[in-house]
């Protein structure tokens, strides 16, 4: 056993890596990169009043947040403002409107709604980033799963984990405070098991060329 086989988990949680995307360019599908831009950066997955660019490297395409171009559902909760009954729908969201058209099946008023958008981390069965929800320009299937990383740093470290034979947890005492919530530790199935490491080193192998 020698010390690159060895890995220690430093209790790196996913969103330590959610700092900056490489996604699929909305006007030409090339690579573009997804970037902070400001004062205001990511912390703990924060996004809280952090400005965004995309840069394509292909087709220089440049865009600040704003548009949402992954799979959302728009929902509405609400009573009736006639008579009050409880009122519930949901549909796709496109993007657009943030107001849901409802019929009272009891006193039968029409009525739009500010729906409540919920954005969702896949689009047609590929991983989106969170700031655009743009297919994420690393990721490839791997048997019935999907592969996927956020950045190089990202995948570098997933690299590092499916290579290691030999895991050992937290040495350090800070590890202890954040182990349960270790990234590595959740990692999915596929991804720990033994059996799948060469094919998935193969994998971000060609990935990493990308
Ligand atoms: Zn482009
Ligand atoms: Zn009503």
């Not at 320009?137 to 499916?162: C, S, T, V």
């Not at 799948?196 to 193969?202: F, S, V």
């Amino acid at each position: 056993m020698n010390d690159s086989q060895r890995l220690a988990d430093p209790g790196i949680h996913l969103y330590d890596f959610a700092t900056h995307f490489i996604v699929h360019c909305p006007k030409c599908a090339g690579k573009a990169h997804v970037n902070p831009v400001g004062d205001n950066f990511p912390k703990y997955g924060n996004f809280q009043g952090v400005e965004w660019r995309l840069v394509c490297t292909a087709c220089f395409h440049v865009e600040t947040t704003g548009h949402w171009y992954g799979a959302a559902t728009a929902f509405v909760s609400v009573k009736c403002r006639e008579c009050h009954a409880p009122l519930r729908r949901s549909a796709p969201w496109n993007g657009l409107w943030k107001k849901l058209a409802m019929h009272c099946e009891t006193c039968g008023d029409d009525c739009e709604y500010e729906a409540q958008i919920s954005q969702h981390p896949f689009h047609e069965g590929r991983k989106t980033d969170p700031v655009f929800g743009l297919p994420l320009w690393l990721q490839k299937e791997f048997r019935d799963d999907l592969f996927w990383a956020y950045n190089y740093e990202h995948l570098g470290l997933l690299r590092q984990y499916i290579g290691a034979k030999l895991r050992e947890r937290g040495i350090e005492p800070r590890n202890t405070i954040r182990k349960n919530s270790a990234m590595l530790s959740r990692l999915p199935e596929f991804m720990k098991k033994a059996a799948n490491r060469n094919g998935l080193l193969k994998l971000i192998e060609h990935l990493e060329r990308q």
